[in-house]
């Protein structure tokens, strides 16, 4: 079994619509939101760009699915493929939209400009402690097409890898690995509740050991099971990677729909563009890319190829059975 092109599309639409809709609100406080909040593709707010223009979370999450369609059978070759292709990205040369790159956070900007310098992408990651923003985790969502031909051990190392080419703190891995874990439930159509504490159960484990058990503290109102109990008022639309997990799934446990969850998320202000694609890539496989509004996707910078891309994905991951392993 692999995903459709359907499956495939409402992840990467879901996280490309909710970037482009947060770009525009981007720094806007809360309070700002709150008076005037987001409801439509807007565009010219705080980088003067055109309606449905995306960002750096949507085109290094392009740049995965493109290296997913090539190689995935090696370890090595994915994580060099990858690269490769944040690569191209960082030199202009793929996934632009009619502008040049911009709102790259410090971490990744850091890594990718070594990258481009001839860095191995296993020495680019930032390692420190206050490294630990969402530039993987906005990124790290084609990963999940791959649990029908990898086992879950081995999708999770993969994800570390991945994460590591920008962020390789301990807790940035954490957070990825539960991302996509819960993920995989939203692919097999699970109900968002039981997605939740599933992909919770399932990737627990693997963090209950060195390097990853002292980070698990960090992470306690997530793994209660009852994130989607907390106030609205105590949740951080910072950018801090834990922060913008707790909004991703806060949003989606709290919808009845694709849009109500993105824009409930972007309206908590701040790192409004990261917040609605991380939110997004999840509301988009929970709900389904034909509840996401036919003008909204229309209106994205790019959509025919966005649209090719997931056949390309789907038609890649459908040539070979799966083989539970790397």
């Known amino acids: 079994m692999t995903y459709p092109q359907s499956r495939i599309l409402s992840g990467l639409m879901g996280v490309c619509v909710g970037d482009a809709l947060g770009i525009p609100a981007k720094f806007r406080s809360r309070a700002a939101c709150q008076r005037s909040p987001v409801t439509d593709m807007e565009g010219y707010g705080t980088y003067d760009v055109p309606p449905g223009t995306w960002s750096d979370d949507s085109a290094l999450t392009f740049c995965l699915a493109e290296a997913l369609c090539h190689s995935y059978t090696s370890t090595d070759e994915l994580l060099a493929c990858t690269a490769d292709y944040f690569r191209r990205w960082y030199a ?21 400009r070594c990258l481009y310098e001839g ?4 020495e680019t990651g930032e390692s420190h402690e206050r490294s630990n923003g ?5 990124r790290i969502l084609p990963l999940a097409f791959m649990a029908e031909h990898w086992d879950f051990t081995a999708l999770i190392e993969q994800v570390h890898r991945i994460s590591r080419i920008t962020h390789a703190h301990p807790r940035s891995l954490v957070a990825c690995g539960i991302y996509v874990s819960i993920a995989v439930g939203l692919l097999n159509e699970e109900p968002p509740a039981l997605a939740y504490v599933k992909g919770i159960q399932r990737v627990l484990p693997y963090y209950e050991v060195e390097p990853y ?9 997530l793994l209660s099971g009852e994130i989607d109990a907390i106030a609205a008022s105590d949740l ?3 950018g801090y990677v834990v922060n913008m997990l707790e909004i991703a799934l806060w949003c989606v446990l709290n919808s009845s729909s694709y849009s109500e969850a993105v ?3 972007i309206n908590l202000g701040e790192d409004t563009d990261t917040a609605g694609a991380v ?6 496989l929970c709900f389904g890319s034909k509840e996401i509004p036919r003008d909204w996707m229309q209106r994205v910078a790019n959509f025919y190829g966005i649209f090719d891309l997931s056949k390309r994905l789907a038609t890649a991951l459908s040539a070979s059975m799966p083989a539970k392993s790397v």
């Open 263 to 265: 824009l409930t998320a």
């Open 92 to 112: 202009g040369e793929i996934w632009q939209t009619s502008h040049k790159p911009f709102d790259l956070g410090a971490t990744t900007s850091a890594a990718l």
């Open 119 to 122: 860095a191995a992408p296993t």
């Open 236 to 238: 951080h639309a910072d």
């Open 213 to 221: 058990h002292h980070q698990l503290p960090h992470f306690q109102r």
């Open 279 to 284: 939110t997004g890539g999840l509301a988009g």
């Open 134 to 138: 969402s530039g993987s985790l906005m």
